[in-house]
């Protein structure tokens, strides 16, 4: 998802990973809830076609379409890409398609993180969106003969072994990005390329901006970004291109986060996360103030600079043993590669 607003002009408790998701996340919402209520499948006219095809991916990532547009010349598109497109699918977008193919009357949305996934599947026209009265509650839906066809194609075993493997690559990108920081897509497409034999180059950028956050670097090439990484800028003084192959075996049902944590670090998390539960401001999770806390560490900010985002974190003073645990945190937590000093190849 790209940057939707400037970080390094924040202070440091604004720009924790959590807060960084939270603002992505609002405008993801306050977007997806402007979107038609009708689908390609579902109430689409000759009339009103032409304002589907505008929220839809094509229209941003083909500026100008071949001439005026008709329903059955949007529906061949689509069913056309779909076995690409499918294929292509981020981890989330996957999992909630899963959901709507066992759901006959419209899935309500009640998770945060299903927010993007959703306004996705419908910016490939796949599904629509219901706002309940009173703008309360989101439902997405898919219709039933467009369910029949994604259920018959991702059905078959070349399907499923393929899909397997895109989500192993998946994992690889959030591996790699657990310790560099930031990667050139185009390492991705790389390794993806290894995977299928002549994927679509737009189809799999657009898998990539929907599943990570990215920006443009000086020379015009797509980089991916950590979601905590605070300053992209200052990261890609560090940047150079990344072999993916050794994070690509890996099981695919393990969390991937998870593997990249030491002994260490899960001790000093456990440790600091026992120490602030219960004097935490109200609303706050200790484990995501700790996560916070860990990838700014990563970032080499300093320990007064943790202590000033723990403090905002807190509704008392930081005792000493809190601050004792921050330490050991911020001892514990291997640098991001790009925040170090080496050589930009």
């Known amino acids: ?13 604004d720009k924790t990973m959590s807060v960084i998701q939270q603002r992505q996340l609002e405008a993801c919402e306050m977007r997806l809830r402007r979107l038609p209520s009708f689908g390609l499948f579902n109430g689409c006219t000759e009339e009103n076609v032409d304002q589907l095809r505008r929220i839809s991916y094509d229209a941003r990532e083909h500026l100008n379409p071949p001439g005026l ?97 895109i989500t192993q690559l998946n994992i690889a990108v959030i591996c790699a990005l657990n310790v560099y920081g930031i990667l050139y897509a185009d390492d991705v497409f790389d390794s993806l390329g290894d995977l ?22 000086r020379d015009g090439k797509m980089v991916l970004l950590h979601p905590a990484l605070a300053d992209p800028e200052k990261a890609m003084q560090g940047l150079f291109h990344v072999d993916l192959r050794p994070y690509a075996e890996v099981d695919p049902a393990e969390p991937a986060p998870q593997m990249l944590l030491s002994d260490t670090e899960h001790q000093a998390m456990h440790r600091l996360c026992a120490l602030i539960e219960g004097s935490l401001r109200p609303d706050y999770s200790a484990y995501y103030c700790v996560e916070d806390l860990r990838f700014l560490a990563k970032q080499s900010v300093s320990f007064d600079t943790l202590a000033e ?18 330490r050991q945190l911020q001892v514990s937590a291997p640098g991001f590669v790009c925040m170090l000093s080496r050589k930009v190849h």
């Not at 299928?196 to 956050?213: H, T, V």
């Open 1 to 13: 998802m790209l940057r939707e607003f400037h970080t390094p002009s924040l202070s440091w408790p």
């Open 69 to 165: 547009m008709h329903v059955a010349d949007l529906t061949l598109t689509v069913m056309r890409r779909l076995p690409a497109e499918a294929l292509l699918l981020t981890m989330p977008e996957f999992e909630l398609v899963q959901q709507l193919l066992n759901d006959r009357d419209g899935l309500r949305l009640t998770e945060w993180h299903e927010t993007a996934p959703a306004e996705s599947l419908v910016r490939r026209l796949w599904c629509s969106v219901q706002t309940g009265e009173g703008g309360d509650s989101v439902s997405l839906r898919m219709e039933p003969q467009f369910r029949l066809a994604l259920m018959r194609l991702m059905g078959t075993d070349e399907y499923r072994q393929l899909r397997i493997r």
């Open 196 to 217: 299928l034999l002549g994927f679509d180059i737009s189809l799999a950028e657009r898998m990539l901006k929907i599943a990570f956050d990215y920006c443009l670097g």
């Open 309 to 326: 985002v723990l403090a905002a974190q807190l509704a008392v003073r930081p005792t000493d043993d809190m601050l004792d645990g921050l």
